[in-house]
């Protein structure tokens, strides 16, 4: 029996000719990723020295990336204290994968890694973000681990105790109607599976759908993966994953990329025609309670986010603003955009799309999670319903459990950002 694709990546990273789902291994780890929480981090890392008299050092700060995103700027003084400890520890450690608040190099850790090409296919990628998922879209086993798993994983380089993941393959064929994104794929396959159904398993996503989509729609497809309960989402790199790397990452020389074998053994396989998918909506207060569009038509809303780790990336503006062009937001909504990195917003900005958003209505905010985990930057009201790209709905994630949240694709926001209501973008949009 053949392998799938991260039983592949695991058996180069531990050196074993063959590993298969259920195996306990410890991998190699090609990239070591945390956000602010890497102040959490730093101190159980040092405990782990503590009694040593061993001095408290990274086993390789070329393959540790800390990005601060989650909360930027500081929205108070335990924030900025914490930070200043990141920023310490990072010149101290000699972390040149550094990336601070800055209008130059600055945005959300999962668009960070892909667009420096610090991410390669078949590389163990491990952040202490559930959404580390994202990076599978450029063929690596990329997953989220908690900050004391963290620091072994800086002192070794290696993480500990890993259980081998079945495998779910997901084959995706036909076109996408207009105004069908890949958010509106990956939230129908949630709907369909529940927040539950790929629990402790891998979604490998396959067909030539996929192959036609970017790698900006495949990291939107692989970051919510972990919403079905997947540990983590994989595309096999191809043409497209090597274009990405080499003409927008900066990456230089050959790429090797891993595929998994045609006998591979699945735990399941799912078939998904893309051309029949309607615009998709995720209803409070799950993400798979996701229904097509015209069941939630008309629903009144106070406030639109386009951005996050999700869908802040270019081409999600772009949709956004050409909706938007030379209309204007309704008055009795609140429009927030947060382009998902620096370099996104300044291309943004050159092609006129922040300036279209902004004549519209709309607010641009700074690179960063924004109002995402509920801590800043547009946080609800009491009885508000807010519709965004974002990933999670959950009861008070957008910081109060009085309120709504509903999840859609850019093109959805922009248009029922016209309206005041949650409105298809096909129709006359």
């Not at 994983?153 to 994104?181: C, M, S």
């Amino acid at each position: 029996m053949g392998m799938t694709l991260v039983e592949k990546i695991l058996s180069r990273a531990t050196g074993q000719a063959a590993v298969k789902a259920g195996d306990v291994v410890e991998p190699r780890v090609d990239l070591a990723m945390s956000h602010e929480n890497a102040a959490l981090v730093i101190n159980q890392f040092q405990e782990i020295y503590q009694g040593t008299g061993l001095d408290a050092r990274v086993w390789n700060p070329d393959k540790i990336a800390l990005i601060f995103d989650h909360r930027v700027p500081a929205e108070g003084a335990k924030t900025a204290t914490n930070q200043k400890k990141v920023r310490e520890f990072a010149t101290m450690q000699g972390i040149n994968k550094f990336h601070d608040i800055r209008g130059d190099e600055g945005g959300i850790c999962h668009q960070i890694l892909p667009e420096n090409g610090y991410v390669l296919p078949g590389q163990v990628v491990v952040g202490t973000d559930s959404h580390t998922t994202s990076h599978g879209a450029l063929g690596a086993f990329a997953f989220g681990i908690g900050a004391t798993e963290m620091a072994s994983v800086w002192a070794l380089g290696r993480v500990l105790n890993v259980e081998v993941p079945g495998t779910i393959k997901v084959e995706v064929h036909g076109d996408f109607q207009p105004y069908v994104l890949p958010k509106d794929l990956i939230l129908y396959l949630i709907g369909q599976i529940s927040a539950q159904g790929a629990n402790f398993k891998v979604i490998e996503f396959h067909g030539p759908t996929i192959r036609r989509i970017s790698t900006s729609g495949r990291l939107t497809i692989c970051n919510m993966a972990v919403e079905a309960g997947a540990t983590a989402g994989i595309v096999p790199a191809d043409t497209e994953s090597i274009r990405y790397l080499h003409e927008e990452a900066g990456v230089k020389g050959a790429i090797e990329a891993l595929h998994p074998d045609v006998d591979a053994n699945y735990d399941r396989v799912i078939e998904v025609d893309a051309s029949v998918l309607a615009p998709q909506v995720a209803c409070p207060h799950t993400v798979d309670n996701v229904k097509p569009i015209q069941e939630v038509v008309g629903k009144d809303i106070n406030q639109i986010v386009i951005g996050s780790c999700t869908n802040g990336r270019l081409d999600d503006i772009q949709i956004a603003a050409q909706i938007l062009e030379g209309k204007k937001v309704a008055r009795n909504v609140r429009m927030l955009v947060f382009p998902a990195s620096a370099r996104i917003y300044r291309q943004a900005l050159k092609e006129g799309y922040l300036m279209t958003l902004m004549e519209a209505g709309a607010v641009v905010m700074n690179s960063g999670c924004g109002p995402c985990l509920g801590v800043h930057q547009g946080a609800l009201a009491d009885g508000d319903v807010a519709l965004a790209t974002t990933n999670r709905n959950f009861k008070g994630r957008m910081g109060n459990p009085s309120a709504e949240v509903y999840l859609c694709s850019p093109a959805v926001a922009a248009a029922s950002a016209l309206t005041g209501k949650i409105t298809d973008p096909r129709k006359g949009a």
